[in-house]
């Protein structure tokens, strides 16, 4: 009999494909066939795994089409922009690390955080595997805490839509502001309805990797602006499937302004994708750029 397994992800990033050509970072490893870990080969029929445990080990693959190398410039635009040199960077909800590793690549002090452990080993084995000193730490966006010690903290590719209520949002920013030294960025961006009443409304492929293959299916329910990515996953050298559950929270662009204003962050620019034009209603995708008020001399 088939072992059936239901995972439900707060945290991973599954947005649209973006409008940045899109070419392979030479940092996102292709490894061996997949296969599963340990921990998964001992779980009994009724056990639920603990998120992320059957998805890292193919997230590169399914994500495979983000341009992370365009997105690091994007950011690097951004900092120029307002005048950050040679800044501290503190990459939330990293994932498996691409992106963090891109900085490092280029020169950037750069650490990467996330609430999946078996996200952040993958992430870990990619920087060894590259020879690259890079930090990744476990923490969660809703419970972000620290003192003041980075000039820059990026959380990109929609992973604030994976906070499913305004609340956990202020939360999020409070916390964020508490790891920044004053004058530092908060850099984000959020999918917006838009983005899935054209590209999410009812979506399904099915592609197959090296040891395991996948069905994802996408839609958007309006009537609570949730959008819904449902994968199944199975492994050539385990019987059985995962089938796991995403939501994202789509918030309009005012709610997401209100909990600004009332954060200890101040708001500098709202860009349309990744661009520098300002955001409209048509946008499907926007970056958001916060600064923690510098020290005013007394």
Not at 228 to 238: A, L, Q, V
Not at 274 to 289: E, G, L, Q, W
């Amino acid at each position: 009999m088939e072992t059936y397994r239901i995972i439900t992800l707060d945290f991973l990033t599954l947005g649209h494909h973006s409008p940045i050509t899109t070419h392979q970072s030479p940092l996102t490893t292709h490894d061996p066939p997949v296969t599963m870990p340990k921990a998964l080969w001992k779980r009994t029929k009724k056990e639920i795994c603990t998120p992320y445990e059957a998805l890292a080990q193919i997230y590169d693959f399914v994500m495979r089409h983000v341009p992370y190398q365009e997105w690091t410039t994007y950011v690097e635009k951004i900092l120029r922009k307002f005048d950050l040199r040679d800044p501290k960077i503190l990459d939330l909800a990293c994932g498996t690390g691409t992106l963090t590793l891109e900085l490092t690549a280029r020169g950037y002090k750069a650490s990467g955080a996330d609430s999946a452990p078996e996200m952040l080993r993958i992430a870990r084995k990619k920087a060894e595997s590259c020879s690259s000193s890079v930090t990744f730490f476990e923490m969660d966006l809703r419970t972000v805490q620290g003192v003041p010690t980075y000039d820059v903290v990026l959380c990109l590719y929609d992973s604030i839509n994976y906070l499913l209520s305004l609340r956990d949002v202020a939360s999020a920013l409070a916390g964020i502001s508490d790891l920044l030294l004053p004058g530092g960025l908060f850099i984000f961006d959020v999918c917006t309805e838009n983005n899935s009443l054209k590209y999410f409304r009812d979506f399904t492929e099915c592609e197959h990797g090296d040891g395991f293959s996948y069905t994802r299916h996408s839609f958007y329910r309006p009537r609570d602006r949730m959008q819904i990515n449902e994968f199944e996953i199975r492994f050539d050298d385990r019987p059985g499937r995962w089938n796991e559950t995403h939501r994202q929270k789509i918030y309009s662009s005012n709610e997401i302004l209100s909990v600004i204003e009332a954060s200890p962050l101040e708001m500098l620019r709202m860009y349309d994708d990744s661009s520098f034009r300002p955001a409209t209603d048509n946008s499907d995708r926007i970056h958001f750029v916060l600064r923690k008020p510098p020290l005013t001399s007394s």
